[in-house]
């Protein structure tokens, strides 16, 4: 069995940073890509940032130059680095790793989500 859990996340004021990270835990699993998608109240999940096994990045308009995201292959591990937040950055964020489970295939995961809130 393969989890995702996420952490980092909570209030912070307009301006400020935050930093989530996503864990994958489990065995027999290599991972392929993992990206940080985001919902708000009312609305409907969204790609945030994206990256691949080798690395390549892609991001949402409405974060680029403002966040980044990395990814330790050793630890299995993504990490968002949200700086210059701003309240429309309110939401719930959620971790997703796309997997090889070596012997049964290829598998999406979700991690359980973080809330993030931007507020004076």
């Known amino acids: 069995q393969v989890q995702l859990v996420e952490s980092g996340g909570g209030l912070v004021q307009p301006g400020g940073s935050l930093r989530l990270s996503c864990a994958a835990s489990?065995?027999?699993?290599?991972?392929?890509?993992m990206a940080w998608y985001r919902q708000a109240p009312g609305k409907q999940r969204e790609l945030v940032a994206a990256i691949s096994s080798g690395g390549s990045t892609n991001y949402a308009d409405s974060v680029k130059g403002r966040f980044t995201i990395s990814r330790d292959n050793a630890k299995n591990t993504v990490y968002l680095q949200m700086n210059s937040l701003e309240p429309e950055d309110t939401a719930v964020y959620y971790c997703?790793?796309?997997?090889?489970?070596?012997?049964?295939?290829?598998?999406?995961?979700w991690g359980q989500g973080t809330q993030v809130t931007v507020s004076s």
């Open positions: 997703n790793a796309d997997l090889i489970l070596i012997g049964r295939g290829r598998y999406d995961f």
């Open positions: 489990g065995s027999s699993f290599s991972i392929r890509g």
